[in-house]
Every structure is written in C-alpha cells, then in structure tokens.
C-alpha cells in the first residue's frame, strides 16, 4: 500500500499545488485560458499520438474492448440518470448533467500518465482506445441529451452537425487517428519529429493536474448536493467494479487491459462536466461542487482500487 501511496503523490501533489498557486495568486479564469489550449490542442494529442503510433496495428482493432469498456460506462451513466429522473423527479436536464458527473472520469487529464506509471508501457493502448472513444461518445451523448431536454432549441440538422464537427474534429481523435495510420503503414517520423513529440507528451501530465488544481480554486463549494452521497459512490467504486464485470464477461483481455480500463474507470469526475452544464445552463454550481468532492473523495478510493488490482484479488476472466 506505501508503494501505490507514493505512485499517487505526484498526481495529487500537482493538483495541491495548482490550487495553492491559484488561491495564492488570485489569477483571474481567464488567465488559465492559454495553458488550457496547450493542453487540449498540442501536449495530450501528442501523448495520444505517442501511445497509439507506436502499437502494433493488430492491438489497435479491439472492437469489443472499445465497446465492453463503453457498455460499462453507459450502464452506470443510466443508473444515475434514472434514480434522478424517475425516483428523485429532477428535471431530464439536471438528471442528465448527474449522470455525467457519476460516469465521466478524468480519464483525459490524469489517465494516460497514471495508467503508465502503475502498468508501465503494455498499459498505453488501451488508455489511448478508452480517452479516444469514451470521449467521442461523451461528445455525441451530451447535446443529443441536451437537444431531448429542449435546452438546445436549434434545428436537428445544426445539431447533428455540431456533433459530428465536435467528434471528427476533437484534437483527441485527429491525433489519435494520425496514430492509428502511422502504426498501420509502419512508417516512422523523422527523429527531431519524434523528439519534439516526446517533449510534449511528457508536458501533458505535470500541466493537465495542475490546470485541474487551478479550476477547481476557482470554483468553491457554495452548496452541496444530496446527490453527491450516490455519484460519488457510483463514480468511484461501483463504475471500476462494473467496468471489470463487464470486461472480464465477454473478452479474453490481457489482464493489464482490464486493470488499465478499471483504473480510468476509478478516476475522479472530470472537470468537462461542468463545462457541459455551463454551456447549457444547467446543474452548475452542483456540477462544480461535485467535482470537487468526488476528486477529494479519489485521495482516498484510488488507492483501494490500486491495491485490489495489484494484489490480483479480481480475476481478469469470469467465464472459462
């Protein structure tokens, strides 16, 4: 437990510190605005690249990884949804931005760079598969689900095309479907282009946990919801223990993959949730505050579910 204690410092150190250095500061929101960009638009597609570029073109084709991995994020996504909308009567909205904050990790932010600390290089493939399509999904869920509430009054044509704009064009996946075409053709770039490559891949991780320790300064819990009691316990523990019932049911994985996608699974809310909710103007200051909680209540679950995948206490296969 001390080791998988120490491997998780650093992550939740960077966090500290960009909220220390946001309190300390008093740096506007706006001020995060370029580091964001680079974040977003340059040092995780490089990692991205990286990971996937590098992988033998056979390992980059598991469809039904891609699909169990999904399938068990979407049947807590509509556990929650449901316990909002049919048994606490919140509007399809607020239920909606619920069911993200219990299913929607941060699995962009502190994945890829925790995954490969804890499993090493076998674990780079599936990380790149799950931020890659469990993103695009994300993307196409949020306004289709927008769009039923009627908070997106637009016509259906503007909105299909606005989700496919947002899913084609997404940094995330151009980056990694470079990735997928390099590995196909077995080419390899240039050396000074790798190396420039591997400078910013390695940026992605310091600067990703320390733009979320800034964001979440810069958003105090003003009110707690009552529904944080059930997303947080959905997000951190029963989301991993789903991921692996799925997974382990209907695939022979390695097992490093099933432990790689329960550690992704087991991340904290991601801070894209309250953007969501900002951007359609729903559910926000509760959006924000359980980010806030569910990330705090991570220092304390991520190790738990660390030490039950390294000790090897859930088998990778249930079925013979």
Known sequence: MAD???????????????????????QPAEALGWMNTFIVYVALPALFFRLVSRTPIEQLTRVDFILGEILATYLVFTAIFLIGYLLRRHSFADSTIQAFAGAYGNIGYMGPGLALLAFGEAAAVPVALIVCFENA??????????????????????????IVGKVLLHPFIL????GFCVAALGVTPPAPVQQLVDYLAQAAAPCALFAMGVTLALRPVRRIPVEITYIALFKLILLPL?????LSSIGDFEPVWISSAMLLSALPTATNVFVISQ???VWQERAS??????TLASVFTLPLVLYVIQAGLLPPHLLP
Do not use: E, K
């Open 279 to 281: 951007h359609y103007g």
């Open 242 to 246: 789903t991921t692996w019932l799925v």
């Open 4 to 26: 998988i204690i120490a491997l998780l410092l650093p992550f939740f150190g960077l966090i500290l510190i960009g909220y220390i250095a946001a309190r300390a500061t008093g």
């Open 137 to 162: 999904t994300h993307f196409i869920v949020a306004p289709a689900m927008m769009a039923i509430a009627g908070g997106d009054r637009r016509p259906a044509l503007l909105v299909l095309r606005d």
């Open 175 to 178: 980056s990694t479907a470079l």
């Open 289 to 294: 505050a359980s980010i806030l909680i569910v």
